[in-house]
């Protein structure tokens, strides 16, 4: 059964860090193309980075880059979020999500339970 | 970026109904195109990938179809079980963007 368990949510100044854990279990962590996807209260998805599990490329949404870094560890089956330079409006849900392939081109189809992420003074 | 736009933002239908929503891309996308399935408190759910094919484990009163800029899902016969918001997902490219999404009720 393929588990996906967030972890290093929690509440952070602005222009604070905070680095998010996703550990994963019940498949080939290696294989597949890893992304967080957020959700602010009440808002729709956003795809948020995704790091290939062909060639650890890693891909950005605009309103993150070069403030966030996605990694992966795939020794320990765990996926990371490092966030720098934290901004009221990345207040949201980070969810951790397994792509159907390794490549970066591939529909999600696992997701975790997400974690809160709270920017505010 | 390719922008992806769905519609309606909102409906209500009885049991039974069939219920169409839609998604359209800026660009082509050909088939690179998912519909999620997202229950209130919930956690997103894949329905439907590469426009058409439907999830494991998926009732088959859900169906998608399309190519290219113009995609649907349908619900062939509403079931209350069905409420939620659907989110399409176009992945031919980053950004991977996500419609604005669709909220179902009951009538």
């Known amino acids: 059964e393929v588990q996906l368990l967030e972890s290093g949510g929690g509440l952070v100044q602005p222009g604070g860090s905070l680095r998010l854990s996703c550990a994963a279990s019940?498949?080939?962590?290696?294989?597949?193309?890893m992304s967080w996807v957020r959700q602010a209260p009440g808002k729709g998805l956003e795809w948020v980075s995704t790091?290939?599990?062909?060639?650890?490329?890693?891909y950005y949404a605009d309103s993150v880059k070069d403030r966030f870094t996605i990694s992966r560890d795939n020794s320990k089956t765990t996926l990371f979020l490092q966030m720098n330079s934290l901004r009221a409006e990345d207040t949201a849900v980070y969810f951790c999500?397994?792509?159907?392939?390794?490549?970066?081109?591939?529909?999600?189809?696992?997701w975790g339970q997400g974690t809160l992420v709270t920017v505010s003074s | 970026d390719i922008q992806m736009t769905q519609s309606p933002s909102s409906l209500s239908a009885s049991v039974g109904d069939r219920v169409t929503i839609t998604c359209r891309a800026s660009?082509?996308?050909?088939?690179?195109l998912a519909w999620y399935q997202q229950k209130p408190g919930k956690v997103p759910k894949l329905l439907i990938y590469?426009?058409?094919t439907l999830q494991s484990g998926v009732p088959s009163r859900f169906s998608g179809s399309g190519s290219g800029t113009d995609f649907t899902l349908t619900i062939s016969s509403l079931q209350p079980e069905d409420v939620a918001t659907y989110f399409c997902?176009?992945?031919?490219?980053?950004?991977?963007?996500f419609g604005g999404g669709t909220k179902v009720e009951i009538k």
């Open positions: 660009q082509g996308i050909s088939n690179y």
């Open positions: 790091i290939s599990g062909t060639d650890d490329s890693t």
């Open positions: 019940g498949f080939s962590f290696s294989s597949y193309a």
């Open positions: 999500a397994k792509s159907r392939s390794g490549g970066q081109a591939a529909a999600v189809n696992y």
């Open positions: 590469a426009a058409s």
């Open positions: 997902q176009r992945y031919n490219s980053v950004p991977l963007t």
